[in-house]
């Protein structure tokens, strides 16, 4: 979802007949889904006789996602609305690494790596970290996690790595 | 009545079984363990805990506490989450009262004259007239519950695909018409859910439909990795941005002096009782029913008063009248989905994912098959109420000291637990990153005005409006008119069409608009 802009450009982009760029954007994208989705789904097959194929009812909702898209981007060519909004970057990207690591890490590395080095990533989000007191909490929750989910909860986690296992 | 009583007691009978629990260091020896009760205690307390976290509102709390549920047994396991629901609901009031940060939208109208209150230094009154209104108000909807469960769930078998479809399409437009914002823009994100629940297999040919040959998606979204992503991540995305800490004023005073004074409970008595009639009747409304009860019972009650100056100012009406109403309406909210299956919104779509990780499909034939699961459901929504007014009014001081904890200590925690919360459901690390992908698009959909909760509640319906949308056409032998030309299914469909003009038309926005921009004012 980075078809929007992550610096706000303030208008500059968008031509001056866009009154409320941020639902023309909005809209634009849904159509973008939309067409992506029929595409998607254009292999599928369609209905037979009266009864429906595997195809019909994704079709059905996407030419109606596509159709509502439509209409949501020519409200924001015609109605004055808000601007688009300021995106920032630091936030939603470290946030974002922090559960890609956790994602690829939990199965060669065990929860206790993946949880600690998730959780000092996404301290990273924000620069008000202070790392001594991240450092402590993330030890802390990582322990109460071990327990947590294994022991309390009965879910099988497996706690390190596979090398040390073995 | 004689059902009723022997319905309710089958349900108090599951909620207060014992089961004989043998530890091992014990030597043999066993001790009987009322185990739903500590069930809905825990769940009641860490619902609290989450819910009051400043910024994250009762759709998050139990999407995130949901994999926590999954070892249990059905029936601990809804009881448990129910628990979690109230929790997290009376979690959201006391942060609304305290720091002015309403978690959700329904305690936006709490925070008015709750936040004054504290300022005030009543916040001890404040909190306790909550709980007050909310413990009646949820002992009024439970007995609702209980009398209106069996005879609706008998005209629910009268229901053919043809009306399950139309009052699927009659939730839907609800949720739209009651939801604050665009229309157009709610209608477009219960489609892109709709469009979303199609992912995976299809289930009467076993085609793979838009999956791309990723065997994770073969089986469809998860829905708890959507719910997790759209509003966990994506909620903690939006915190980081609005940078946490600066708009934090929370209440320096110490809360001191709970009780309210007799004047104080002469005046929201019949606030509470306003409260809890107009949040039970819009509750079993299908379609957001708790925000807008909480709203328009603060209006209500602004009418109605002698001296309306008042209210925004510390009145003790607009904190009673709101919270109960809240209540009785996220209780009744209970009653679609028990009897008909269909999840009225988001929390309850929520439950629906729930039931169905645990192999129940929620609707009619749940309560004749398992009846002590849906009567000790009910039953324990008494119980989880009054543990709620047990447990928090004596915690309030240790809820105030977890509003202490700064952000940036809160949301790694929060990334690291939903993470871990999501790979324990299907040990697959692909579920986490589709969660991490939702949650950017949440962020995206709330950076653009759209709302995610109408998605999450087209994405449950999505499947089973497809079943019957298919069944309808093949009983009629695709002769679409079927929806206009039965009785029922044409009335759904003609009220449905009703409300989707009402809600466009001018005048009635107008009204609509009044009524949520009381909370800016």
């Not at chain 2, 039953?379 to 509003?403: D, E, F, Q, T």
Request: proline share 6%; net charge neutral.
């Amino acid at each position: 979802m980075s078809d929007a802009p992550s610096h706000a450009p303030e208008k500059s982009i968008l031509p001056s007949w866009v009154k409320g760029p941020q639902d023309f954007i909005g809209g634009l994208a849904l159509v973008a889904i939309a067409a992506f989705a029929l595409w998607a789904s254009s292999d599928l097959q369609g209905m037979h006789g009266f009864s429906f194929g595997a195809g019909t009812a994704p079709r059905m909702f996407g030419i109606l996602l596509l159709g509502l898209g439509a209409a949501v981007t020519v409200v924001g060519i015609f109605t004055e609305g808000p601007g688009l909004s300021k995106f920032h970057w630091r936030g939603p990207f470290f946030v974002a690494l922090a559960i890609l690591v956790f994602a690829v890490g939990i199965r060669p590395m065990g929860m206790i790596f993946a949880a600690m080095s998730s959780f000092l990533i996404a301290a990273l989000g924000t620069p008000e970290t202070r790392w001594k007191e991240t450092i402590i909490v993330g030890a802390c929750l990582t322990g109460f996690c071990a327990l947590l989910f294994p022991y309390a909860l009965g879910l099988p986690l497996q706690m390190w790595p596979t090398f040390l296992i073995r | 009545m004689g059902d009723l009583f022997s319905n309710l007691g089958l349900g108090f009978s599951t909620v207060f079984q014992f089961v004989q629990w043998t530890p091992a260091f014990l030597g043999g020896m066993s001790i009987p363990l009322p185990i739903n009760i500590l069930l809905c205690l825990i769940g009641a307390l860490v619902g609290t805990l989450v819910g009051v976290l400043p910024g994250i509102g009762t759709i998050a709390t139990v999407a995130m506490l949901l994999p926590i549920t999954f070892g249990l047994p059905p029936v601990g396991a809804l009881i448990m989450l129910a628990g979690i629901y109230y929790g997290a609901q009376y979690g959201g009031s006391t942060t609304s009262i305290l720091v002015n940060i309403p978690g959700e939208a329904g305690s936006v109208v709490t925070a008015l004259d709750g936040f004054q209150m504290a300022k005030q230094g009543r916040a001890g009154p404040a909190l306790a007239i909550a709980a007050i209104g909310s413990f009646f108000a949820g002992c009024v909807a439970t007995v609702l519950i209980a009398v209106l469960g069996a005879p609706l769930t008998k005209l629910a078998l009268a229901f053919g695909p043809a009306e399950y479809f139309s009052l699927m399409v009659l939730g839907l437009i609800f949720a739209v018409v009651l939801a604050k914002g665009s229309v157009l823009k709610a209608i477009a994100m219960i489609v892109f859910g709709l469009l979303l629940s199609m992912v995976g297999s299809d289930i009467e040919t076993g085609a793979s439909r838009m999956s791309f040959n990723i065997p994770e998606l073969a089986d469809g979204l998860g829905f708890a990795t959507v719910a997790m992503g759209l509003f966990g991540f994506a909620e903690i995305i939006r915190n980081l941005d609005a940078g946490g800490e600066e708009d934090r004023q929370l209440v320096q005073q110490k809360v001191t002096g709970l009780m309210p004074t007799r004047k104080d409970l002469k005046d929201s008595t019949p606030a509470i009782l306003r409260g809890t009639v107009l949040g039970s009747i819009l509750g079993i409304l299908p379609g957001g029913g708790a925000v807008i009860a909480s709203f328009a019972a603060y209006t209500l009650e602004k009418k109605l008063s002698k001296d309306p100056k008042r209210f925004g100012r510390g009145a003790i009406e607009g904190v009673a009248a709101p919270e109960s109403a809240n209540n009785a309406a996220a209780q009744t909210s209970f009653i679609p989905l028990l009897t008909l299956g269909i999840p009225p919104n988001a929390v309850m779509a929520l439950m629906v994912g729930a039931m169905t990780i645990h192999g129940i499909v929620p609707g009619p034939q749940v309560m004749q098959k398992q009846p002590e699961l849906v009567w000790g459901m009910i039953a324990s929504m008494w119980v989880g109420n009054l543990m709620l007014l047990v447990i928090n009014l004596p915690m309030v001081g240790i809820w105030v000291r977890l509003l202490r904890v700064p952000y940036r200590l809160m949301f790694p925690s929060i990334v690291v637990f939903c993470s871990i919360g999501i790979y324990s459901v299907n040990n697959a690390p692909m579920d986490v990153v589709l969660a991490g992908i939702f949650g950017l698009l949440g962020y995206w959909l709330i950076k653009h005005d759209f709302e995610p909760a109408p998605l999450l509640l087209g994405m449950v319906l999505g499947p089973l409006m497809e079943e019957n949308l298919r069944r309808a056409l093949l009983i009629s032998r695709g002769d679409a008119t079927v929806f206009f030309t039965r009785p029922l299914s044409a009335t759904l469909m003609a009220i449905s069409a009703f409300l989707l003009v009402l809600a466009v038309l001018p005048a009635l926005r107008k009204k609509r608009d009044e009524v949520f921009v009381e909370s800016e004012s």
